[in-house]
């Protein structure tokens, strides 16, 4: 089955930066539109930026100019390199595809943001 493993959240102050990997098993990781969700407490899980190439990321409002999103077909991975964090910011990270999230949601990755 397939399987979604997010990493490299942590706590960084605002005005920092974090870079976020999701690897993905069990499908053909290639011919899928990736995304980032996050999810604050007590709040929906939102978008936050999708990927099929490397020439149409999108954005949402809220990180457009801050974050970046990009893909390692190679490493079935994509990556969201987070800068100049908010506090807004804090939530847990998930990958999935887009706009149907087709997998299993996996675990996460914890982002804090706070001095």
């Known amino acids: 089955q397939v399987q979604l493993v997010e990493s490299g959240g942590g706590l960084v102050q605002p005005g920092g930066s974090l870079k976020l990997s999701c690897t993905v098993s069990?499908?053909?990781?290639?011919?899928?539109?990736m995304g980032w969700y996050r999810q604050a407490p007590g709040k929906q899980r939102d978008m936050v930026a999708h990927?099929?190439?490397?020439?149409?990321?999108n954005y949402a409002d809220s990180v457009k100019g801050r974050f970046t999103i990009s893909r390692d077909n190679a490493k079935n991975t994509v990556y969201l390199q987070m800068n100049s964090l908010e506090p807004e910011d804090t939530a847990v990270y998930y990958c999935?595809?887009?706009?149907?999230?087709?997998?299993?949601w996996g675990q996460g990755t914890q982002v804090t943001v706070s001095s």
């Open positions: 069990g499908t053909i990781f290639s011919i899928h539109r």
């Open positions: 999935n595809s887009y706009p149907t999230r087709r997998f299993d």
């Open positions: 990927i099929h190439s490397e020439n149409d990321p």
